[in-house]
T-cell receptor, first 113, second 113 residues
Framework: DAGVIQSPRHEVTEMGQEVTLRCKPISGHNSLFWYRQTMMRGLELLIYFNNNVPIDDSGMPEDRFSAKMPNASFSTLKIQPSEPRDSAVYFC???????????FGSGTRLTVV | GESVGLHLPTLSVQEGDNSIINCAYSNSASDYFIWYKQESGKGPQFIIDIRSNMDKRQGQRVTVLLNKTVKHLSLQIAATQPGDSAVYFCAENTAPGDYKLSFGAGTTVTVRA
């Protein structure tokens, strides 16, 4: 299995631009999680899906952030417009039987200048 | 200027010695706990887990101990190797029946040759 696949690995964008992060979960996994990691706040859960349905988005910082999961094999996290304080590493994780056995992707390092 | 952010505990260990990493968790209702290892530039990787009906679980070179009385979790690594250098996170399922994990701040482990 290829594991959880995230793209891009690195993204540098200018303030005000739209950014889209992508995630392909492990095939057969039915839960998908988006986390953000910063030095200030550590690993924070932004949103998670079960069977493609958003279950808890209370961690999404503000309306500039949105996430979708149109099918079982793909999810996106979008920031529009982006701000420098959004700079962080964004991780996607998936699980077959959450909360057991989360598998994380390699992350997307986002820099907003 | 002064740096602002999480001040991660650090542990420096001589190669071959045993390591003990500690974690205080927050919620007495948490029923599932996991240790993750994160190497530089990578996503968190599962090490070992334990449910609240157990107080000890062993894996290959690792042991997790759970003390529910004082809400304390520890990870013991036997015969620490250079490849064990990483940041180690404990995570808890704070709401039984829920899918999500909450992560601690992490401990940086450095192995001295």
């Amino acid at each position: 299995d290829a594991g959880v696949i995230q793209s891009p690995r690195h993204e540098v964008t200018e303030m005000g631009q739209e950014v889209t992060l992508r995630c392909k979960p492990i095939s057969g996994h039915n839960s998908l999680f988006w986390y953000r990691q910063t030095m200030m706040r550590g690993l924070e859960l932004l949103i998670y899906f079960n069977n493609n349905v958003p279950i808890d988005d209370s961690g999404m910082p503000e309306d500039r952030f949105s996430a979708k999961m149109p099918n079982a094999s793909f999810s996106t996290l979008k920031i529009q417009p982006s701000e420098p304080r959004d700079s962080a590493v964004y991780f996607c994780a998936s699980s077959l039987r959450a909360p057991y056995g989360y598998t994380f992707g390699s992350g997307t390092r986002l820099t907003v200048v | 200027g002064e740096s602002v952010g999480l001040h991660l505990p650090t542990l420096s260990v001589q190669e071959g010695d045993n390591s003990i990493i500690n974690c205080a968790y927050s919620n007495s209702a948490s029923d599932y706990f996991i240790w993750y290892k994160q190497e530089s530039g990578k996503g968190p990787q599962f090490i070992i887990d334990i449910r609240s009906n157990m107080d000890k679980r062993q894996g290959q070179r690792v042991t997790v101990l759970l003390n529910k009385t004082v809400k304390h979790l520890s990870l013991q690594i036997a015969a620490t190797q250079p490849g064990d250098s990483a940041v180690y996170f404990c995570a808890e399922n704070t709401a039984p029946g829920d899918y999500k994990l909450s992560f601690g701040a992490g401990t940086t482990v450095t192995v001295r040759a």
